[in-house]
């Protein structure tokens, strides 16, 4: 693609032709326009033959192509429990820089600094006592919150909630009926299943007899939000929203998030049973099958 471009003298001069950043957006801009010209059929069929042999590669690596889910497992499977993460910034407005550092069990692992254009937590974080872990260019990262759908799908999909605490009124806010309101929607219901769109997460929930009841549990993570799968003995995370425990005694399910950007909500299935009105007009990515 990057022959074929038009662009400015300065990205010219800096390599533009070359920038993931400018190539992605150029071939997104392609498909839409064998979309608008040619129908979806077409545009399905550009996508698939283009992303199905990488995406197959992708989601063999599981959480290792995400790098703050990766430090997860890692801490959870060292006993050092979930990371936290410090931001320092300094600076006027306009030309911020930012430091970041990430912490297990209180001890900092990895330290990194940014500019305004790309905050450093989102930098990959290195391993405790080692390198960070690379890979490979050719291979696309899944979206992050599909991750978090993959995880949800395996750890919580088909479980009946025991109980269900709120520690932050604004987790619950899109919930416009109360947070008690909630909490009683939930407790004593099954979540059947994980799905996405964009950046929503929503799952179906059963009546105690087993009966559809035509609502989801409806999460968005914001842009710190997180939904941990915990031992139940595991600590507290000090941003900790919402917590879920099953009747299996299992593991329980968290909703931390430090900004409290991010949010929950029950919301009542559309017409066809399965996605919540609110979230119909998302857009499906590229690359799910029309069937989804």
């Given amino acids: 693609m990057g022959p074929h471009l038009l662009l400015g003298r300065g990205e010219e001069t800096t390599g533009g032709r070359e920038k993931d950043s400018i190539l992605a957006d150029a071939v997104e801009a392609l498909i839409g326009a064998v979309h608008l010209g040619c129908g ?3 545009a399905a069929a550009i996508v698939h033959r283009l992303f199905d042999p990488m995406l197959v590669e992708a989601a ?3 959480a290792g192509l995400d790098w703050k889910t990766s430090l997860q497992e890692l801490g959870a499977a060292r006993g050092l429990g979930a990371p936290s993460y410090q931001v320092v910034d300094e600076g006027p407005d306009h030309a911020k820089t930012f430091a970041a550092s990430v912490l297990l069990a209180g001890t900092v692992y990895g330290r990194a600094a940014a500019g305004p254009r790309r905050p450093p937590n989102r930098r ?3 391993r405790p006592g080692g390198r960070s872990r690379r890979r490979s260019d050719d291979v696309p990262e899944l979206p992050e919150v599909e991750v978090v759908r993959r995880g949800l799908e395996q750890w919580v999909a088909g479980r ?3 109980t269900v605490e709120v520690h932050h009124p604004r987790a619950v806010r899109r919930h416009l009926e109360g947070a008690d309101h909630f909490v009683a929607a939930l407790t004593g219901r099954t979540l059947t299943a994980a799905h996405r769109r964009g950046k929503y997460l929503w799952l179906p929930v059963a009546e105690p007899d087993g009966a559809p009841s035509g609502r989801s549990l409806v999460a968005h993570l914001g842009m710190s939000g997180q939904l941990l799968v915990e031992k139940r003995t595991q600590p507290d995370e000090t941003h900790l929203r919402a917590r879920f425990t099953f ?4 593991r329980e399910l968290r909703f931390v998030d430090q900004r409290t950007f991010g949010g929950l909500a029950v919301e009542e299935s559309g017409p ?3 996605i919540p009105p609110r979230l119909a007009h998302i857009a499906i990515d590229p690359s799910m099958r029309r069937s989804t």
């Fill in 40 to 42: 979806l059929d077409s």
């Fill in 60 to 62: 063999t690596r599981g």
């Fill in 124 to 126: 990959p974080p290195r």
């Fill in 160 to 162: 009946t909630v025991a």
């Fill in 247 to 250: 009747t299996d005694g299992g």
């Fill in 272 to 274: 066809d049973g399965v």
